[in-house]
């Protein structure tokens, strides 16, 4: 791989209260539609239950939690599987894109566009007070919603294939996200928010 590619830099996205960084597409020594065919289908998909105000809800989307820590959210926890070579592949290519270092990564499968995901702040504690995730997508574009938790303003942006968002700072004090159901007939999607945990 060329190094200089895999250091292709990130844009800034001027947001208040937080910090968004956005690159239109990660050069990654495998193509995207070959990443997106070996995730489905080496992953060990899991369709979770989840506990949000005392209710239980299965996860509308497929996950995986892979590195090297465990994590828990929304009454979950999560035992990490090892990272796979893949895995490994892409987290060189995003921390050399980003310039953070990051451990761990929750993998999200979104068969079609009846599956979502509810809005939500990466905010749990051993993720530290100003964390960065950086989301790497591949497959069928999705709009990913962000709202100001003070202000109520929304922000959305096209998370298309091959594309990488950095959230940092205070975002995730400041901020919740999440993608919504579409009604249009879209293809899989798998979204990797890569983590730091302490
Ligand atoms: O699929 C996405 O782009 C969103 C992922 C996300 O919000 C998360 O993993 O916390």
Redesign the pocket.
Known sequence: MDLFDSAATMTPIPVEDGELSFLAQLALPIPNDEVLARLIAETAWRSDVITLWGKRYPQPRLTAWHGEKTYSYSGLTLEPLPFTPLQREILAAVEAATGWRFNSV?L?Y?RDGRDS?GM?S?NEPELGPEPA?A?L?FGAT?T?ILQNKLNKLRLQLA?SDGSLLLMAGRLQTNWS???NKSARLLGP?V?L?FRLIE
């Open positions: 929750l999200n979104y995901m939500h990466d995730i989301s997508s999705r990913f998370l996200h999440g993608i999607r979204n928010t």
